[in-house]
């Protein structure tokens, strides 16, 4: 079954119960506690990682202890606060309860957890959703919480665009404010060079994010199920140093199967880092080989440099191994590396374990998605962040999906977005301007990014006299313009408009000729570029 953004929301009433047991049996405050939680309440929702932050003061070492209220879960921890500083968080992630080593974790990397004991009845590595009981012991002292785990939400999807002048650090902040984000039902229009932001909204998936992005690798698969026919993609870069070499070999350790009648499908290099090739090398390959052994080996005609900013972009034909990893040794000329690549689930989508995220162009093959897209996820937000700096991109139109498997969503629902939009160049649209007193009013709409401030001019010349006017409009939300503009009562003549961004002039100049009778208004002249 697939979701398309549509989502329901819960709330939850939760009854905190602190429970501190003296040595004679009374019953103790937390504030005279060794340990407390520092939260009233965890609540948490599957497939993310709860955080349950502990407040020391008289010792370094307590017991944590979490079980369900139906008896069918309890797992036993001792918690360390290393570092002495008084407070520990210990992260629990919600998609391994299976394996209690890998599923507990503390987010200081001096404080510590050793696994005592657990005992579950739960089958598979999900940590089924209802109440749980959280009890730390120290000493004598007992207090305890509650923890909910709930379904996981889908949201929606909200895109925009920022201006690419904006500071990356501001784009940080800004890429999750939620005043900026709207929804849209057409693609949007996006201005070379701004940055176009694409967020999917959904929790669930901050476990299986948490792995190093497959798409990241030296060599990521379009399909990771073993022995599947796909498409193999290195991406092979040295970012201190330029490579040279007139040889390609890449030998894998558990033998996959190349395709040789379509093995090279695309190679070249991309010297700007958005994921496509800039310069085929497909014209430079004199030969190739692969052996039964694991090997594939390309011969150019000419010595291949790939310079410290560029990246060789190599995609091929291959016939998955049927293990459930394999590692790889790459060299070019003197250049050599390793990757390990990991078969399966865990290395399936470009983000693993079923979580993929694409961008794809009805005009240009983009054979890197991770190099175009810059993504990061919030679990606060709930949110997938995206961001597409075009400033590289060619023109055209442009799609960005987002993908999560059914085996990796822990509703079992296959999960699908899609964000469209173009890139083209900055333009000014339906430019109005009419006269009202001793003023004119000027109106446009843009692709410019909401925020870009664009200069409106306004100027005449005669043998008698002489004005010019500059105001800056800053671009709304709603992608619109606008302005009052003073005009001197000694002007005659038409009055030239113009519109600029950073000096360069992206719309008129527009004669807009001034009324004979000053008071005259609703004389309008329209530009439609």
Same mark, same amino acid.
């Given at each position: 079954?697939?979701?398309?953004?549509?989502?329901?929301?819960?709330?939850?009433?939760?009854?905190?119960?602190?429970?501190?047991?003296?040595?004679?049996?009374?019953?103790?405050?937390?504030?005279?506690?060794?340990?407390?939680?520092?939260?009233?309440?965890?609540?948490?929702?599957?497939?993310?990682?709860?955080?349950?932050?502990?407040?020391?003061?008289?010792?370094?070492?307590?017991?944590?202890?979490?079980?369900?209220?139906?008896?069918?879960?309890?797992?036993?921890?001792?918690?360390?606060?290393?570092?002495?500083?008084?407070?520990?968080?210990?992260?629990?992630?919600?998609?391994?309860?299976?394996?209690?080593?890998?599923?507990?974790?503390?987010?200081?990397?001096?404080?510590?957890?050793?696994?005592?004991?657990?005992?579950?009845?739960?089958?598979?590595?999900?940590?089924?959703?209802?109440?749980?009981?959280?009890?730390?012991?120290?000493?004598?002292?007992?207090?305890?919480?509650?923890?909910?785990?709930?379904?996981?939400?889908?949201?929606?999807?909200?895109?925009?665009?920022?201006?690419?002048?904006?500071?990356?650090?501001?784009?940080?902040?800004?890429?999750?404010?939620?005043?900026?984000?709207?929804?849209?039902?057409?693609?949007?229009?996006?201005?070379?060079?701004?940055?176009?932001?694409?967020?999917?909204?959904?929790?669930?998936?901050?476990?299986?994010?948490?792995?190093?992005?497959?798409?990241?690798?030296?060599?990521?698969?379009?399909?990771?199920?073993?022995?599947?026919?796909?498409?193999?993609?290195?991406?092979?870069?040295?970012?201190?140093?330029?490579?040279?070499?007139?040889?390609?070999?890449?030998?894998?350790?558990?033998?996959?199967?190349?395709?040789?009648?379509?093995?090279?499908?695309?190679?070249?290099?991309?010297?700007?880092?958005?994921?496509?090739?800039?310069?085929?090398?497909?014209?430079?390959?004199?030969?190739?080989?692969?052996?039964?052994?694991?090997?594939?080996?390309?011969?150019?005609?000419?010595?291949?440099?790939?310079?410290?900013?560029?990246?060789?972009?190599?995609?091929?034909?291959?016939?998955?191994?049927?293990?459930?990893?394999?590692?790889?040794?790459?060299?070019?000329?003197?250049?050599?590396?390793?990757?390990?690549?990991?078969?399966?689930?865990?290395?399936?989508?470009?983000?693993?374990?079923?979580?993929?995220?694409? @961008?794809?162009? /009805?005009? $240009?093959?983009?054979? +890197?998605?991770?190099?175009?897209? %810059?993504?990061?996820? *919030?679990?606060?937000? =709930?949110?997938?962040?995206?961001?597409?700096?075009?400033?590289?991109?060619?023109?055209?139109?442009?799609?960005?999906?987002?993908?999560?498997?059914?085996?990796?969503?822990?509703?079992?629902?296959? @999960?699908?977005? /899609?964000? $469209?939009?173009?890139? +083209?160049?900055?333009?000014?649209? %339906?430019?109005?301007? *009419?006269?009202?007193? =001793?003023?004119?009013?000027?109106?446009?709409?843009?692709?410019?990014?909401?925020?870009?401030?664009?200069?409106?001019?306004?100027?005449?010349?005669?043998?008698?006299?002489?004005?010019?006017?500059?105001?800056?409009?800053?671009?709304?939300?709603?992608?619109?313009?606008?302005?009052?503009?003073?005009?001197?009562?000694?002007?005659?003549?038409?009055?030239?408009?113009?519109?600029?961004?950073?000096?360069?002039?992206?719309?008129?100049?527009?004669?807009?000729?001034?009324?004979?009778?000053?008071?005259?208004?609703?004389?309008?002249?329209?530009?439609?570029?």
């Amino acid at each position: 079954m697939d979701r398309w953004g549509q989502s329901g929301q819960r709330t939850l009433f939760v009854v905190l119960c602190l429970i501190a047991a003296s040595a004679s049996g009374g019953v103790a405050t937390a504030q005279h506690a060794a340990v407390s939680f520092s939260n009233p309440t965890t609540v948490e929702q599957q497939g993310d990682i709860a955080t349950i932050p502990l407040e020391f003061s008289d010792t370094e070492q307590v017991s944590l202890q979490i079980s369900s209220a139906d008896g069918n879960y309890s797992t036993t921890l001792q918690v360390r606060d290393g570092n002495g500083d008084g407070q520990v968080t210990v992260e629990l992630d919600t998609s391994k309860v299976g394996q209690p080593k890998a599923a507990y974790n503390t987010r200081g990397s001096e404080d510590s957890i050793t696994f005592t004991s657990q005992n579950s009845d739960v089958k598979a590595d999900l940590l089924p959703t209802g109440r749980y009981n959280l009890i730390i012991t120290s000493g004598s002292a007992r207090i305890a919480s509650v923890m909910m785990i709930t379904e996981p939400t889908v949201y929606g999807s909200t895109s925009y665009t920022i201006s690419g002048e904006t500071p990356a650090s501001v784009v940080a902040e800004y890429r999750f404010a939620e005043n900026t984000s709207q929804n849209t039902t057409e693609p949007l229009d996006v201005a070379t060079g701004d940055l176009m932001v694409a967020n999917f909204h959904l929790s669930g998936i901050e476990s299986a994010l948490q792995s190093t992005n497959p798409g990241e690798k030296a060599v990521f698969m379009s399909d990771s199920t073993p022995g599947a026919h796909t498409e193999h993609t290195l991406q092979l870069s040295a970012p201190n140093q330029t490579v040279r070499g007139q040889s390609l070999t890449l030998d894998y350790e558990q033998t996959p199967t190349f395709h040789s009648r379509q093995l090279v499908r695309s190679i070249g290099i991309d010297t700007n880092s958005d994921g496509i090739i800039d310069r085929s090398l497909k014209p430079q390959v004199s030969s190739y080989k692969t052996t039964s052994s694991g090997e594939l080996s390309i011969e150019f005609s000419n010595p291949v440099v790939i310079n410290a900013s560029e990246t060789l972009l190599f995609q091929y034909s291959v016939e998955n191994s049927n293990e459930s990893e394999d590692t790889i040794q790459i060299s070019l000329g003197d250049y050599q590396m390793s990757e390990t690549i990991k078969y399966g689930l865990t290395g399936q989508g470009t983000l693993g374990a079923g979580v993929d995220l694409q @961008i794809h162009s /009805n005009n $240009t093959q983009i054979l +890197s998605p991770l190099m175009a897209i %810059n993504e990061t996820y *919030s679990s606060e937000a =709930n949110t997938l962040s995206t961001v597409t700096n075009t400033d590289q991109l060619p023109e055209g139109a442009y799609n960005i999906s987002l993908e999560v498997d059914s085996r990796t969503y822990p509703t079992g629902e296959h @999960i699908r977005f /899609n964000k $469209t939009f173009t890139v +083209s160049q900055p333009a000014i649209h %339906n430019l109005s301007i *009419s006269n009202s007193n =001793n003023s004119i009013s000027v109106s446009a709409q843009t692709n410019y990014a909401a925020g870009t401030p664009l200069v409106v001019e306004a100027s005449s010349s005669t043998e008698d006299f002489q004005f010019l006017s500059r105001y800056t409009s800053t671009v709304s939300r709603t992608g619109e313009i606008a302005t009052e503009v003073s005009i001197p009562s000694q002007a005659s003549e038409p009055v030239n408009v113009t519109i600029m961004y950073e000096g360069d002039v992206v719309a008129g100049p527009v004669e807009y000729p001034l009324p004979e009778n000053e008071t005259t208004t609703g004389s309008t002249t329209s530009l439609n570029p």
